[in-house]
């Protein structure tokens, strides 16, 4: 579905760049391309506020210009025209796996360059893209484990999870329901995901944006991971305030100068997936 969506919005804003520049001048249309950056740099903005510690300036500015390139490439070219690009990874004997777990408004393009990376490296991953849209997030778990059970048939091990935004509380719906049938504990990953919720949720539509709300009774009740590292931002203009990233218990992993979307793109998180792959996740975590 966010799929459709999406191609219908990128052609949707070509066809008005093309009106508004035949019709005022072509300077005028690529203008009306600028205007989902002039937006975000206004979302950028107000974190010198909101954020504590404030990011400065110079951070605020950085991440602005890396997330017009990372919600670019997002929104108008893999999640609406590459969802299937990188099919999903089961060589026959991997002994390692990867779940992939997308946020809200997205689909598993979201993951195309680290499916590239895993697909070279010969690691097995399953990357689902979790429907309904704009449904609860509960909904999402037995497609998570349905993912989770093909990796561990694979491998023989639980496989390491990776989560970006939504897809943080989507790994704690799916553990709340089917974590008791799991004798080892997961490795979990997550990227900007509002573990303690985030204002801007009150934006966002449908019943998955709702449960995301600071305060909101869903997720009050959601438990935690056993064994959890959370990435989080101080210029995240979408989880505000930033820190509600980081789940209580968590290991918290700060980074400077990047914003909501670009945390899928930071070598720091690639390298921690690397980390866990090749050191830590090599020994199974017994519940």
């Known amino acids: 579905m966010n799929a459709r969506l999406q191609r219908i919005w990128v052609l949707l804003r070509l066809a008005v760049a093309l009106w508004v520049g035949w019709r005022f001048g072509w300077a005028w249309g690529v203008a009306t391309l600028g205007l989902h950056a002039a937006v975000l740099a206004l979302g950028f903005a107000q974190l010198r506020w909101v954020n504590r510690p404030a990011p400065g300036w110079g951070q605020l500015l950085r991440a602005w210009a890396g997330e017009v390139a990372a919600s670019e490439l997002a929104f108008s070219w893999r999640q609406p025209w590459r969802e299937w690009a990188e099919p999903d990874h089961l060589p026959a004997g991997a002994t390692q796996g990867v779940l992939l777990v997308h946020g809200f408004s997205c689909n598993r393009g979201r993951w195309n360059g680290w499916m590239r990376r895993l697909r070279a490296q010969g690691v097995a991953f399953v990357a689902p893209t979790l429907e309904p849209a704009f449904g609860s997030i509960d909904a999402y778990a037995d497609e998570i484990e349905a993912g989770v059970q093909q990796l561990k048939r694979l491998t023989g091990r639980m496989p390491l999870l990776c989560a970006h935004s939504m897809g943080g509380l989507a790994l704690r719906a799916w553990w709340r329901r089917h974590g008791a049938g799991h004798g080892e504990a997961p490795r979990v990953i997550t990227l900007g995901s509002p573990h303690q919720g985030t204002r801007m949720a009150a934006l966002g539509l449908g019943v998955n944006a709702a449960q995301m709300r600071q305060g909101s009774a869903w997720l009050a009740q959601l438990p935690g991971l056993p064994d959890v590292d959370c990435f989080w931002t101080p ?53």
């Open 235 to 287: 210029c995240d203009q979408i989880v505000n305030p930033a820190e509600r990233a980081v789940l209580p218990g968590a290991r918290a992993h700060r980074l400077d100068g990047v914003g909501h979307m670009g945390l899928v793109h930071a070598p720091e998180a690639w390298q921690l997936v690397q980390d866990a792959l090749a050191s830590s996740f090599s020994t199974p975590r017994r519940i």
